[in-house]
């Protein structure tokens, strides 16, 4: 007999962390992009465009050559030295500090920066904040440890630091709060600056740990970036990224930096998750970075994803009706939109389906079924010149 989620045969030998309410969450997302013909404004995918594929090829050539044996080894759990070397040469050219050696340490993405975060601090029942809304992957890697998650909104300049510390002095005892301060997803803001100073303070006053995740910093549509977290309060956050974004996803690779005791735990988790990041990956990275292509990928993404969002906000203000708003990204893929009184996004998404447009429901994004009115619009991986179709479908919706 097969076994499919509805006979729901092994449901009494599942284990309790999965049967929270866990769902299929990002799965749901990602099978909207196999509809053939789809104007997909749903997944969080980079544009294939950016992809160093004949880079890959010729340092794969190299490397077999050159008689290169590391790059098909198991590799340390921490990473390879020169990957790390190279992972720490840009945080401290991109965020102005080096981390010591025990502080770093290559993961297979940033979700696994999350997980292995989880795993090494979550209790059942220990309290995360997360923003409100927030990435649908860490609110399923931190419910995988049966942590409580609260949402603590965020406005249009990031994460509501004022009503974080509102709900720390009214009780609020968070172990973990995670945030994403550049190019959110789904919200397409970024923290503003006056607001990470006091963050980072509230982290030391209240005894809580920050989760940064910087997936799409790099990606910024201005080359400057805002002060990391991390780069301020290395005493009190770990800093998840990945490359992604700014290499291939085809190559799971991130990092996660933080204290070394902390950092020491992490990878100390890692030996029972994958026991190290896959070696092809780290030492593809750490040439392309060494030759200056990783710089150089950056630079024509952000050129691209920029254009994308332009086309987006135009379409967005042409077609859309009063009542509708929507926020301004300065990078990233994605851009929130609020619908007007009375909408509900999850008949929105299966009428846009049915119009041959995919969005994600906003609701996904909140631990709390929250988000009834939004939607996530991600122009990363839609054909730029089906932007104003899409749109104009989507709107003749509302
Ligand atoms: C905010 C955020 N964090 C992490 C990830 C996952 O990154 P990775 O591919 O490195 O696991 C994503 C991917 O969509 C993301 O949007």
């Known amino acids: 007999m097969t076994v499919t989620p509805e006979t729901g045969r092994w449901d009494s030998l599942a284990a309790a962390r999965t049967r929270g309410d866990v769902g299929d969450g990002i799965a749901s997302v990602l099978a909207l992009l196999g509809l053939p ?34 790059a098909f080894q198991y590799a340390p759990t921490r990473g390879l030295a020169g990957p790390l070397d190279v992972f720490a040469d840009r945080l401290e050219s991109l965020q102005g500090r080096r981390p010591a050696e025990d502080e770093l340490l290559i993961t297979s993405g940033a979700i696994e920066a999350l997980e292995l975060v989880g795993k090494s601090f979550l209790d059942p029942g220990d309290l995360v904040v997360v923003e409100g809304p927030t990435y649908l992957g860490a ?43 550049d190019h959110q997803n789904p919200a397409g803001v970024s923290l503003a600056a006056e607001r990470r ?36 309060a290395p005493d009190v956050v770990v800093q998840a990224g990945t490359t992604s974004k700014t290499f291939c996803p085809g190559v799971r690779l991130g990092w996660a930096v933080g204290p070394a005791d902390i950092s020491a735990r992490l990878v100390s988790a890692k030996q029972t998750t994958d026991q190290c990041a896959g070696a092809l990956g780290q030492r593809l990275f750490e040439e392309s970075a060494r030759r200056g292509w990783i710089d150089e990928q950056v630079a024509l993404s952000r050129a691209l994803y920029e254009r994308k969002c332009e086309r987006l906000l135009a379409a ?34 299966r ?31 839609v054909d730029e010149a089906l932007i104003d179709d899409g749109i104009e479908r989507l709107a003749s919706l509302l």
Not at 200 to 207: H, I, P
Not at 371 to 379: E, H, I, M, N
């Open 139 to 181: 609110i399923q890697a931190f419910r995988s440890f049966e942590a409580e998650l609260v949402a603590v909104p965020l406005d249009e300049h990031g994460l509501d630091v004022d009503e974080l510390e509102r709900r720390l002095a009214g009780g609020l005892r968070p172990k973990l709060v995670y945030s994403i301060p």
């Open 316 to 349: 967005l203000e042409r077609f859309m009706p009063e009542g509708a708003h929507w926020t301004r990204p300065q990078g990233g893929f994605f851009s929130w939109l609020t619908l007007p009184d009375g909408v509900d996004s999850a008949e929105l998404a």
């Open 37 to 70: 013909d789809l104007i997909s404004f749903a997944g969080g995918f980079p544009d294939p465009a950016t992809f160093p594929r004949e880079r890959v090829a010729t340092l794969l050539q190299e490397f077999v050559a050159a008689g290169e044996m590391s």
């Open 197 to 232: 100073a006091p963050l980072v303070e509230l982290a030391r006053q209240y005894r809580f740990l920050i989760i940064e995740d910087v997936a799409y910093r790099e990606l910024g549509f201005a080359a400057d970036a805002l002060p990391s977290l991390w780069s301020l």
């Open 351 to 381: 009428r846009a389906v049915e119009r041959g447009v995919g969005i994600v429901p906003g609701t996904l994004f909140f631990p709390d079924g929250r988000g009834t009115d939004t939607v996530r619009l991600s122009f990363s991986l």
